[in-house]
């Protein structure tokens, strides 16, 4: 079985990143610069952006963190979104999810400028996106698609199916492998028999937040297995695949950790450089 590892990619991904990042700096005289958006305390989060921001500072790329807390209001981070919008320093903004309950993501994306959406959530992007002329790629699927890339997995004329449909991973996941000239089928929750579908993938991406839903009765012998879910039972990283279950079962499986989570904070990097050359370029701002 191939160990489709997200490290490996990642890394190759980061060095690439960090040489375009040592051009820009030289033609522009400054380093491509991210602002990285906290609300509340999530602990899960503060992980998370540890791990962008370390990932920042090694491909060359400044980070800039702004906190705010739960006590704060939707207003005052829209207008801290704002602030950031029109900062000509500014080429990329990550609001981090979740946030508490009383903000809303929908009015945080709506009040960011589509071109500094580093994530690739605005609607804007999305629409694109699925008009065929992406500007800036989900990083979670754009992970997948530059791991299958990778590993030279073939996706035109394959069957792939995506389990999963929010508007961060399953829907740009499905796009995106339709774009690559996959027959995509996509499955959520009301899909009556999953596995029938399952089954049917040569490319099978389960993005269904179930923590080892998915055994090796889920796929046919020659899939290749995407875990984008992420999950901590009993202190320990897991995904949506029951990986012992697996292992040996498929063509190849990307674990977690060290598969899809790895490739989404590269992905980010690389839509923040691009927004930033695109900037230059454009003189946007
Ligand atoms: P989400 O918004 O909760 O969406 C989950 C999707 O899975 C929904 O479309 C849901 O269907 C579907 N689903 C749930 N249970 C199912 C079942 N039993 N059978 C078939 N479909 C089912 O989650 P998300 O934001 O897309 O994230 C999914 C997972 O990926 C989570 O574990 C998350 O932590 C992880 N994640 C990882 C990364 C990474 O970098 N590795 C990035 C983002 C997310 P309905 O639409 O019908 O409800």
Known sequence: MLLIDGREVAKQTKAELARECARFKDKYRRAPQLAVVQVGEDPASQIYLKNKEKSAAEVGMQSLRFHLDKEN???????????????????????????????????????????????????????????????VKPCTPFGVMKMLEHYKISVSGKTAVVVGRSNIVGKPMAQLLMAADATVINCHSKTKDLKEFTRQGDIVVVAAGRPEFFDSSYFKSDAFVFDVGMHHVNGKATGDVNFKSCEDKVAGLSPVPGGVGQMTVAMLLKNTLDLALYQENHRLL
């Open 73 to 135: 209001s939707q207003e005052e981070l829209d207008s801290l979104i704002t602030r950031l919008n029109t900062d000509a320093e500014i080429n990329g903004i990550l609001v981090q999810l979740p946030m508490p309950k009383q903000f809303s993501v929908e009015a945080v994306l709506n009040a960011m400028n589509p071109f500094k959406d580093s994530d690739g959530f605005h609607p804007e992007n999305l629409g694109l996106l699925l008009s065929g002329r992406p500007r």
